[in-house]
C-alpha cells in the first residue's frame, strides 16, 4: 500500500511526526528533525524533498503527493483534512494506528503461512534429493542382483524415470503456466474474476473476506473522522480493500451515493457486503458516528480474521505434518526396501 518502503518504516516515521506537531514544534523545524533522524535511503531523500517543497511555500499535503509510491492516496488526504481542520496531530496519530493495526495482521497471516510454506519446501527438497542422488546410486546397487524389486521401490524408480527424463518440460509448463496465470491477473477482468472466485472459495474465502471488508471499513473511517466527503473516502476505500470484485462494488456505490442515495440503500444495493456493515453503516448513518462504527467494525473484521487464521492452521497443521511425514515415510521406505529384503536373506 505505501510503496517501496516498509510499512513499519513509514509508521515509526509518522508517530514521530505526530509527537513533534503534538509537541508544538514548527512545520519545518519538525520536517527537518525528521530528515535528521531517518536513516539515508529512499525515505530519507523523499523527506528531503517534501521539506524543501514546505520550505519554498508548498503545502504539506501537495508535497506528500509528489510522492504517491511511498505516500498514498488515503495518507495525503488525511493529512490535508488534518491541516485544513487545526489537528494535524490528531490526523497523523490516526495514520500511525492505522497503518499499526495493519501491520499487526499482516504479521499474524505471515506466521500463520510460515509453517505450511516450510513444510511444503521441505517435502519438495526430499523428493528431489531422492529423485536425483539416492534412487539412481541404488539403481546401479539393485541392477546388479538379476532380481526383480519391490513393487513400492519398482513405483520409486519409474516415477523418478520420468522425472529425470522430462523435468525440463515439466518445469517449462509451470513457467508457462504461472506466466499465463500472471498475464490474465494483471487484465482488469482476470483480476476481477480471480478475486470474485478468492471470496466463494469454502474456509480460504472467509479469510478473504474479512481481510478485505476490514481494510475497507478502516480506510473509510479514518477518512470519514477527518470529514473527507463521503463519495470520495468510498473511492479511496475501494482501492484500500485489496480486492477487484469489492473495489468495483466500493465504485458503485460512490456512484449511487453521488447521484442522491443514502449510504445504507447504495450499501444494501451492492449485495456484496455482510449483514454486519450494512447494520453498522445504517446505524452510524442514524447516529452521525459513521467513522466510529466503521472503525469499529474493522477491529471486529480483523479479531474475526486472526480468529479464523488460527482455526484454519490449527486444522491444517498437523494434516500436513501428517501427510508430508507419511509421504517423506513412503519413500525412504521404498528406497531401503530391498536392502532390508538383502540382509533378511543374508
Sequence with gaps: MFGAVSASSLFILTRQFSAMISGRLNLVVALGNLVKQTPRGQLHEVLQDVTEDVKAGTDLADALAEHPKIFSRLYVSVVRSGLTSGRLADALNQLSNYMEQRDTVTRNVRTAMTYPIFVTIVFIGVFHMMTFVILPRFASIFGTLNKDLPAPTQFMMDLGEVYIANWPFIAAGLVAAVASLVVW??????????????????????????????????????????YIPAVEALRHSAEASGNAYLEASVHGIAD?????????????GAETFGDVVVQMIATGEQAGTLDELMISAADYFDTMLIQELRNITSMINPLLTAVVGIAIAGMMIAAFLPVFELSGSV
Aim: charged share 30%; proline share 2%.
Design 256 to 268: 449511487r451515493v453521488e447521484n442522491g442515495s443514502t449510504m445504507v440503500d447504495a450499501f444494501e
Design 185 to 226: 491477473i494483471s487484465s482488469d477482468e482476470g483480476r476481477t474474476l480471480l478475486d470474485e472466485w478468492k471470496l466463494r472459495v469454502p474456509k480460504f474465502g472467509t479469510i478473504w473476506r474479512l481481510a478485505s471488508y476490514a481494510r475497507f471499513c478502516r480506510t473509510f473511517g479514518v477518512q470519514l473522522r477527518y
